[in-house]
């Protein structure tokens, strides 16, 4: 039972992962002083430049269930505390009460360590299901365009 606490401590800082090229290939810069409106705070800040947002949603396994159903508490504090030691920054944490599934919005530093937050959720058996969307801030769109056009002229492969 202790491997699976200490496995299921770890996973619930869950929802935290990615499978992401290196950043220098896929980061569009982040304000350091962009705010995220959120319902557990009144305003969260993204963290530094360069990190990566992304919105996290994991199934928890039987297992998992049984673990929170013998030790309820709210799953944020451990989390966000995990997080924070591998330069992650929780932005929100939520639960879907009608999915099952948990929901984390989280800035991550970097495509490595969001692999290894994945592998290591994964290979625990506490997740049933993984998934990650990376959130791209709207007025950052203009620049996907233009990199798009210069796609489009670069590849003949769709026409």
């Known amino acids: 039972?202790?491997?699976?606490?200490?496995?299921?401590?770890?996973?619930?800082?869950l929802a935290t992962t990615v499978i992401a090229q290196p950043k220098s290939e896929t980061t569009l810069p982040v304000e350091?002083?962009?705010k995220v409106a959120s319902t557990q705070t009144a305003e969260a800040t993204v963290p530094a430049?360069?990190?990566?947002?992304?919105?996290f949603s994991a199934k928890p396994?039987?297992?998992?269930?049984?673990?929170m159903k013998e030790n309820p508490g709210?799953?944020?504090a451990a989390t966000e505390g995990a997080m924070e030691k591998i330069g992650a920054k929780m932005i929100g944490y939520y639960w879907g009460l009608t999915t099952g599934?948990?929901?984390?919005?989280?800035?991550?530093?970097?495509?490595?360590?969001?692999?290894a937050m994945l592998i290591q959720r994964l290979s625990s058996g506490?997740?049933?299901?993984?998934d990650a969307i990376e959130l791209v801030e709207s007025s950052e769109m203009p620049a996907v365009f233009e990199r798009l056009?210069?796609?489009?002229?670069?590849?003949?492969?769709?026409k």
Do not use: C, H
Not at 61 to 67: K, R, V
Not at 126 to 130: D, H, I, S
């Open 1 to 13: 039972m202790k491997t699976i606490t200490t496995a299921l401590a770890a996973i619930i800082l």
């Open 32 to 34: 350091s002083t962009q």
């Open 49 to 55: 430049p360069e990190m990566r947002i992304f919105l």
């Open 61 to 67: 396994s039987p297992e998992a269930w049984q673990f």
């Open 74 to 76: 709210d799953r944020r």
């Open 101 to 115: 599934k948990n929901y984390i919005i989280a800035a991550v530093p970097d495509g490595r360590t969001a692999q």
């Open 126 to 130: 506490l997740v049933l299901e993984y």
């Open 149 to 158: 056009k210069e796609l489009d002229a670069a590849d003949d492969s769709l």
